[in-house]
Antibody, heavy 124, light 108 residues
Framework: QVQLVESGGGVVQPGRSLRLSCAAS????????MHWVRQAPGKGLEWVAV????????FYADSVKGRFTISRDNSKNTLYLQMNSLRAEDTAVYYC?????????????????WGQGTLVTVSS | SSELTQDPAVSVALGQTVRITCQGD??????ASWYQQKPGQAPVVVMY???NRPSGIPDRFSGSSSGNTASLTITGAQAEDEADYHC???????????FGGGTKLTVL
């Protein structure tokens, strides 16, 4: 079945780095855009970044631009999120999600499925 | 970028109808998608596009949109529908996405 499994979360000090991974299975990973979405404790969802199916383009939320890098290895069916210069406000559960689209693939997008999430805690 | 606004909390009596709304300028150009999230679980898509339900989502869920407002309607709410509901769309730039703040639905 279609599945996404995140890993790499943990406790890290402010200013340090962490890399998250998202292993995909059950679908042709190389033909789908992929997103990272995060959720701070007790808060709503926040979109973090997207990468095109072939890795040709990436876009980031203003809150992480210049600090986080989304990438993918289509030969390994794996999505990554390199997080540098971490701050306390980056503490959250991080989810990866597949991008699906309809019509012209521009005005109709949705995320399905989502991984189970991995918790990142930034604390000294 | 742009924002999507949701009511923080909504309640509905068991078996009654409830509408959850999402407002934002980007909804004039982009369809909303809706996600149900229960405590300790990952979000699950329940509605996308004009009014599309993924397989496995009960037909008591429906979607609509008018102007800058998208709505998710549950007709005949069940106890298992109690959850947080999040709306999402591309933002006005077209290259970023944005979520609403989420609506906590309580089924009384």
């Amino acid at each position: 079945q279609v599945q996404l499994v995140e890993s790499g979360g943990g406790v890290v000090q402010p200013g340090r780095s962490l890399r998250l991974s998202c292993a995909a299975s059950g679908f042709t990973f190389s033909t789908y855009g992929m997103h990272w979405v995060r959720q701070a404790p007790g808060k709503g969802l926040e979109w973090v970044a997207v990468i095109w199916y072939d890795g040709s383009d990436q876009f980031y939320a203003d809150s992480v631009k210049g600090r986080f890098t989304i990438s993918r290895d289509n030969s390994k069916n794996t999505l990554y999120l390199q997080m540098n210069s971490l701050r306390a406000e980056d503490t959250a559960v991080y989810y990866c999600a597949r991008d699906l689209c309809g019509g012209n693939c521009y005005d109709e997008n949705w995320f399905d499925p989502w991984g189970q999430g991995t918790l990142v805690t930034v604390s000294s | 970028s742009s924002e999507l606004t949701q009511d923080p909390a909504v309640s509905v009596a068991l078996g009654q109808t409830v509408r959850i709304t999402c407002q934002g300028d980007s909804l004039r150009s982009f369809y909303a998608s809706w996600y149900q999230q229960k405590p300790g679980q990952a979000p699950v898509v329940v509605m996308y596009g004009k009014n599309n339900r993924p397989s496995g989502i009960p037909d008591r869920f429906s979607g609509s949109s008018s102007g800058n407002t998208a709505s998710l309607t549950i007709t005949g709410a069940q106890a298992e529908d109690e959850a947080d509901y999040h709306c999402n769309s591309r933002d006005s730039s077209g290259n970023h996405w944005v979520f609403g703040g989420g609506t906590k639905l309580t089924v009384l």
